[in-house]
């Protein structure tokens, strides 16, 4: 029987190595490790409200221009 902790390695190796099988050498670094830990902790990320994260992004990275 398979502790949790090397199941849990496995798998993130597993989707890691899906991850960069259909996107070949077209990302960057930076982006693969985020995608992977995305696709690894998936059950915490379909926990996270798109629209007030969006929100909130915009509103502060919004460039106001009062004329």
Do not use: H, P
């Not at 490790?33 to 996270?48: F, K, P």
Request: charged share 25%; with cysteine; proline share 0%.
């Amino acid at each position: 029987m398979l502790s949790e902790t090397v199941a849990s390695e496995g798998r993130s190796f597993s989707k890691l190595k899906l991850i960069k099988k259909c996107l070949l050498t077209t990302i960057t670094q930076n982006r693969l490790v985020n995608l992977s830990n995305l696709s690894i902790e998936n059950e915490i990320a379909a926990d996270i409200d798109l629209t007030s994260v969006v929100r909130e992004f915009a509103e502060t990275t919004a460039t106001r221009v009062n004329f």
